[in-house]
């Protein structure tokens, strides 16, 4: 009796650990099973991400189209009674082109199935337009004076421009999901036609934002030395140069340009430079100690400046030189 008691006894403890384990077994397997459920949900699949972006794009737009309304109430049409430059005036016929066209994607694109192959459709629009924007930035400096200081907070009048660099960012993302997911789309080359197509028109605008903060710089810093600002020109460096020893120069700054123009400078402060000579850069070589920049002045006198080497004026100056000397360079070919 005593035996049977004992079994009985060990049989009850054994299973007892046994449905411990189990009822472990089966908690483990159910938080797993709701972690993994959990992860699950957060991966999106192809066609909520591509539908998610595509939204994302569309909302975008309306947000842009509401802000040059905005834009044209509050700042274009209180001046347009005034007498404005032709660059202001061509800002302001920009501002209304921008919002018909603007206006007609927007609605275009609640009722389309894909919103890029719309953009692809109004690309040759807005590259005349945007491009004749940044043309006229002149005029967005005195829209800026001419309106009331309480509607031009935070530069307004380069909302366009900046709405602009968005487009590449959306598309981007979208061709790289189509390569992904080539099923989601038939036509993936129009997509990737949309996509260079905004980025040359991005560059562009880009580089004459360049020139024309470039153009503003160099008039301040010339003034009267006869430089022709209408030369296509972008300023490749601008800052602080460091003179070879033993050579001592009563400038330490310059504003070199692509062309090979130099305004050698005195710096005043972080951001104000006095000119001190303007010059064209002829001959650019490297001695043991130091760059040596061959230049003439606007009076016909050559001179030698001596730059440190491994300084990134110097730098600047040897590439600029190296690219201008290659034999399919079709610059090569004409003078500084």
């Keep these: 009796m005593a035996f049977l008691e004992g079994m009985h006894i060990f049989r009850s403890l054994t299973r007892g650990k046994t449905f411990q384990k189990e009822l472990k077994k089966a908690n483990i397997q159910k938080e797993t099973g709701t972690l993994a459920l959990v992860e699950t949900k957060n991966v999106k699949s192809p066609q909520i991400e591509y539908a998610s972006v595509s939204k994302e794009l569309t909302s975008t737009e309306l947000k842009y189209v509401l802000e040059l309304r905005r834009i044209l109430n509050e700042i274009i049409l209180p001046i347009e009674s005034q007498s404005l430059s032709q660059e202001a005036v061509g800002i302001c016929t920009c501002v209304k082109t921008l919002i018909q066209f603007h206006g007609l994607l927007y609605s275009e694109m609640m009722t389309a199935k894909s919103p890029v192959l719309l953009l692809l459709k109004y690309l040759q629009v807005f590259r005349d337009v945007y491009q004749m924007y940044t043309i006229n930035l002149a005029g967005v400096f005195e829209i800026e004076k001419a309106a009331s200081p309480y509607t031009i907070g935070g530069n307004r009048l380069l909302i366009p421009l900046q709405h602009l660099m968005r487009y590449p960012m959306h598309l981007s993302r979208i061709c790289k999901l189509l390569q992904k997911h080539s099923w989601l789309e038939k036509n993936l080359y129009l997509f990737v036609q949309a996509l260079d197509g905004f980025k040359q028109l991005c560059m562009f605008i880009d580089e004459e934002r360049g020139r024309d903060e470039g153009n503003h710089l160099l008039k301040d810093l010339c003034k009267d030395e006869g430089i022709a ?108």
């Design 229 to 336: 600002l209408d030369i296509p020109r972008h300023i490749r460096f601008k800052g602080l140069i460091v003179v070879a020893k033993p050579y001592l120069y009563e400038f330490n700054a310059c504003v070199f340009c692509d062309d090979g123009l130099i305004v050698w400078t005195k710096l005043l402060d972080e951001t104000e430079m006095m000119s001190i000579s303007v010059e064209q850069c002829l001959y650019v070589s490297q001695i043991s100690l130091s760059v040596v920049i061959v230049t003439l002045s606007s009076n016909g006198q050559l001179f030698k400046r001596h730059l440190a080497l491994h300084t990134l004026a110097a730098s600047v100056f040897q590439k600029w030189y190296q690219q201008r000397s290659k034999p399919n360079n079709p610059e090569s070919t004409t003078s500084c």
